[in-house]
């Protein structure tokens, strides 16, 4: 069995997303080569840093940085 390293998993992603686009996890995974449990291991560990919002879109689940997110009012 492989160790998985979420924090280092973790790291990729946000160098991904961090530029403020939004990705689905899906397409993370693909993009990292990584089974998409792990890459939804590693966006919750980004979450309790509370750097990244996660939101379900149908069924598709999203992956955005906080500090890009668009704040509605009303």
């Known amino acids: 069995m492989n160790e998985i390293n979420i924090k280092h998993t973790s790291e990729k992603i946000w160098h991904i997303i961090s530029d403020g686009k939004h990705?689905?996890?899906s397409e993370l995974?693909?993009?990292l080569n990584i089974r998409i449990e792990i890459a939804a291991l590693a966006a919750?560990?980004?979450?309790v840093e509370d750097k990244?919002?996660?939101?379900e879109i149908?069924?598709?689940?999203?992956?955005?940085?906080?500090?890009?997110?668009?704040?509605?009012?009303?």
């Open 52 to 55: 990244i919002y996660i939101r």
């Open 23 to 25: 990705i689905s996890l």
């Open 29 to 31: 995974a693909t993009r």
């Open 58 to 74: 149908g069924t598709t689940i999203e992956l955005s940085p906080k500090n890009h997110y668009p704040t509605y009012f009303g």
């Open 44 to 47: 919750g560990w980004l979450a």
